[in-house]
């Protein structure tokens, strides 16, 4: 988190793997970003948000450029990162 911020593809991935390993568990999701009002950068806007699933395969992550209110943005959020559990499960049924 030092390196690359809070708001990275690199700490959404620690902290998935990381849900993984503690939690002893087949998945691991984490999300982060910037919801607003406040607090975006031009490198980091409002509505920027990185996804990562961390799985036995691998971890996948997903950034988003997400924009509305932080009720939508968080909103937006929560489905994305449902659909990369859903989409991870149903690759795995076949």
Avoid: C, W
């Avoid at 690199?10 to 902290?15: G, N, V």
């Avoid at 406040?38 to 509505?47: A, Q, R, S």
């Avoid at 959020?77 to 499960?89: E, G, H, P, Q």
């Amino acid at each position: 988190m030092e390196r690359y911020g809070a708001v990275s593809s690199q700490t959404a991935i620690e902290m998935a793997e990381g849900v993984k390993k503690i939690a002893s568990t087949d998945i691991g999701i984490a999300v982060t970003g910037i919801a607003g009002p406040d607090g975006g950068t031009d490198e980091k806007p409002v509505g920027l948000i990185y996804i990562a699933l961390a799985h036995n395969s691998g971890t996948e992550t997903r950034e988003l450029r997400l924009t509305g209110n932080r009720i939508r943005i968080r909103n937006m959020t929560s489905l994305n990162a449902f659909d990369m559990i859903r989409k991870y499960v149903m690759k795995m049924k076949g």
